[in-house]
């Protein structure tokens, strides 16, 4: 995807001349594709919440139900564990285990650090009759907010089998480039979520 | 391995040394989204609690922050380029961000506009009483 894995002796030829791209290009596209029909997953979600987020059905609106503090403390979790899971890319290529294991470790935690949060903030709007099946607008709300929250749960599983991997199997091809598609799916859920933190708690009025 | 791998082979298992440079400049590119994220995320926040900024013009504020942020993110943390590579790459960018678009907003309008009718019917029935 980047100028690094195009070796120098074909950068001038013309498309035709260079031959099939390298491996890690096609996984990378074929992993891409799947992640922008997540995405469009995701915006039929957004879409059902901007049209039913005015329908609380006389119930709590959202600017009473959201803390912006708690959202921006979730919303720094995640940009942080980005940053650690572009460490552990660079570890991965550099084939240093010591590093990659540091990146994969505060990733999770901060990702779980996240789900804690969210989960916590869930538990609270319950405990207050503020579930999904109070109006619309709460449906809407648990259905996009919690399959986000599904989403990097998944990916949390996600990594721990890799951190397994990387130490039953090795730095071989394989592995790495399901690192490599576990942190596209990574970084593209941080996408989503500048979506949610927007859309959802920022938008509430 | 498959064949394909196999002409890239030598760059690609071998210590590479002469590296030293490209890591760093990766490691600073990561370094500059993370404070890039952060300094929009800050600014997301600022604006919507802020009365410095004309109301109606706030949700715009917020639309161009998030669309700048998740450009920050697409740029140094997926590595989205214009590079030879990076073409199909864009054209299915474009094309994911087309779809959603209409998803998006074709859901709006078509709920908005059911929306009027329904209003329109209520107020229908309520003079028939």
């Given at each position: ?49 901007a ?144 979506g949610?933190?927007t859309i959802?708690?920022l938008g509430?009025r | ?39 929009l995320?800050?600014a997301s926040?600022w604006a919507a609690g802020t009365h410095l900024v004309w109301g109606p013009g706030v949700p715009v504020l917020l639309a161009a922050l998030a669309i700048g942020q998740m ?30 678009a209409?998803?998006v907003f074709?859901?709006l ?21």
């Open positions: 995807m980047n100028a690094a894995t195009t070796p120098v002796a074909e950068v001038g030829m013309s498309i035709s001349e260079r031959g099939p791209s390298p491996r890690t290009v096609i996984v990378g596209y074929g992993f891409w594709l799947f992640l922008l029909s997540d995405i469009i997953l995701f915006s039929a979600l957004f879409a059902a919440y049209v039913l987020s005015g329908r609380t059905a006389d119930g709590p609106s959202g600017a009473l139900l959201f803390h912006r503090d708690s959202v921006l403390i979730e919303t720094g979790c995640l940009l942080l564990s980005s940053f650690t899971c572009a460490m552990m890319s660079l570890a991965i290529e550099f084939r240093r285990k010591d590093w990659m294991l540091l990146g994969a470790g505060l990733t999770l935690a901060l990702g779980a650090a996240f789900l804690w949060l969210e989960l916590t903030e869930f538990g609270a709007m319950l405990a207050h009759g503020a579930g999904p099946d109070r109006s619309a607008f709460l449906s809407a709300f648990f259905a996009l907010v919690g399959m986000h929250g599904l989403h990097v749960s998944l990916g949390l599983g996600w990594l721990v089998v890799m951190m397994a991997q990387v130490f039953t199997l090795g730095w071989r091809a394989m592995v790495r480039d399901r690192l490599a598609c576990f942190a596209l799916f990574w970084h593209a859920l941080d996408i989503v979520w500048i949610v933190f959802v708690y509430a | 391995m498959d064949e394909r791998d196999q002409r890239h082979a030598p760059s690609d298992d071998q210590e590479r040394p002469g590296d030293a440079a490209d890591w760093k400049s990766r490691l600073v590119k990561s370094l500059l989204g993370l404070a890039a994220s952060i300094v995320t800050l926040f450009g920050v993110h697409l740029v140094f943390f997926l590595h989205v380029s214009s590079g030879p590579e990076g073409t199909n790459t864009i054209l299915a960018l474009a094309f994911g961000v087309f779809v959603v209409l998803v074709g859901s309008v078509i709920m908005a506009n059911l929306d009027a009718g329904m209003a329109g019917m209520d107020g229908l029935t309520r003079m028939q009483r």
